[in-house]
């Protein structure tokens, strides 16, 4: 898989300045990883990261750039503003995390409002089950919605994110 992270001489920094070479990129990685830890974070989501950091891509991936005595959810939405680039890894269990679909929301904010480009990743999956929530992401989503009867408006939240990325281009890998 080949993957060009966008050039910061187009980009817009979160101040609304555009950078040039001559300034300081605004952001402080080129990649944040989002994934489902027990699916792939020593499979694919593993092998991925080693070779973005030994082509010099600086990556954040929360096992080993959070800060110790840091609210972590703070940190990683933190990450996410100060990255160029989201790749995203769906897997059968990604949704089934509320921590996942909590980081998905701020991406797509991100996308949105600061331009951040996301690139999505279906790993043994089709991102048909993603955009219409079905197989995997079905059961996954009952159990939301039993777990948030009082909040039916986060879930509705985290359905219409997974439709908005599914919608992008992608790389789907099976059996691999």
Known sequence: MSVTIPS???????????TSSSSTPWWKYDVFLSFRGDDTRRS?????????????????????????GKSI??????AI??????II????????????????????????EMGLTILP??????ASDVRNQTGPFQNAFDDLE????????KVE??????????????WPLQNR
């Open 89 to 112: 890894i769906f897997s059968k269990n990604y949704a089934s995390s509320t921590w996942c679909l909590n980081e998905l929301e701020k991406i797509v904010r991100s996308m949105k």
């Open 157 to 170: 939240t985290w359905r219409v994110a997974l439709r908005e990325v599914a919608n992008l281009a992608s």
């Open 81 to 86: 503003e100060e990255s160029r680039v989201a």
């Open 8 to 18: 910061p001489m187009n980009s817009m920094s979160p101040q609304g300045l555009s």
């Open 121 to 126: 990743v279906f790993y043994d999956m089709d």
């Open 44 to 68: 694919f989501t593993g092998h991925l990261y080693d070779a973005l950091k030994r082509k010099g891509v600086l990556t954040f991936r929360d096992d080993e750039n959070l800060e110790r």
């Open 73 to 78: 959810s703070q940190e990683l939405l933190n």
């Open 146 to 153: 039993d777990q948030f009867k009082e909040n039916l408006e």
